[in-house]
């Protein structure tokens, strides 16, 4: 790959597809993936843009890696750990490793973020019907999540 990827229109790039989020996956909704760079070159991560539709929402999951995440498009909302965040563009967030979480556009509009991953990284857990009941405890949390 050459050091320079144009952007084609707003939120897309030459050559990048959009892909489905999870395939085969049944726990989200309104929600596409691009992969912008995949390590190589001595690049030890990946760099994913995320765009969730109104309405939608992506896997409330976990896992041992953590995620390093930036607002680019939009208003959104998500849970981290016990916390439910206010997002806006150019607001950054850091999910740490078995921190459960899930991100959700905060209006009528398309919420993006980029997301960098190191390349080898564990397969996300989805919660017991256990830890949903636990999460559900707190209100705001359980009016929040979407499974």
Request: hydrophobic residues 30%; positive net charge.
């Given at each position: 790959m050459n050091g320079h990827i144009r952007r084609t229109e707003d939120f897309r790039w030459k050559d990048i597809?959009?892909?489905?989020?999870?395939?085969?996956?049944t726990h989200f909704a309104g929600i596409t993936r691009q992969l912008l760079f995949d390590g190589g070159e001595g690049l030890r991560c990946q760099l994913?843009?995320?765009?969730?539709?109104p309405g939608g929402y992506s896997s409330l999951e976990r896992h041992r890696?953590?995620?390093?995440i930036m607002v680019i498009?939009?208003?959104?909302?998500?849970?981290?750990?016990?916390?439910i965040l206010e997002l806006a563009t150019h607001d950054l967030v850091r999910v740490p490793p078995l921190t459960w979480h899930q991100f959700?556009?905060?209006?009528e509009q398309p919420f993006g973020f980029l997301c960098m991953?190191?390349?080898g990284?564990?397969?996300p857990e989805r919660p017991d019907a256990k830890v949903v009941a636990e999460l559900r405890r707190d209100p705001g949390i359980a009016?929040?999540?979407?499974?």
């Open positions: 597809p959009v892909s489905a989020y999870k395939p085969g996956g994913r843009y995320f765009e969730v539709a890696h953590e995620h390093a498009r939009g208003q959104g909302r998500a849970l981290v750990g016990e916390r959700r556009p905060g209006g991953v190191d390349c990284r564990d397969r009016e929040f999540i979407r499974l």
